[in-house]
């Protein structure tokens, strides 16, 4: 058994005296690291499940992406800012217009 999957076995004891779980489902590993490109050994979650290991990860997103150095991908971030600025705009003009249909 490997050390991350020791952090992983803990973490679910932890956890379990929570009376909460790990979602395999909705969890992964990323390598960030000289050895990132070296493929990673299963991890599991002490009910079975396997937890993936992925290229990249969103999390409130931001792209997080296995490399060398701690990476994140802000394209992605940008277009999601610019799209919510642009549909706030049309929102807010459509308010300034039915104000000023009002007042006519």
Known sequence: MNELQRLVNICELELAALDMLINANK????RIGPRHNVEGINIST???????????IR???IYTTCSVKFKCLLN??????IDQIMLY???LEELHL???SCTL
């Open 46 to 56: 002490t009910s079975g499940h396997k937890i993936p290991w992925v290229d990249f």
């Open 59 to 61: 999390y409130l997103g």
């Open 98 to 100: 039915r104000k000023l």
């Open 89 to 91: 705009l049309v929102k």
């Open 27 to 30: 969890s992964c590993c990323l």
């Open 76 to 81: 992605n971030a940008k277009n999601v800012s």
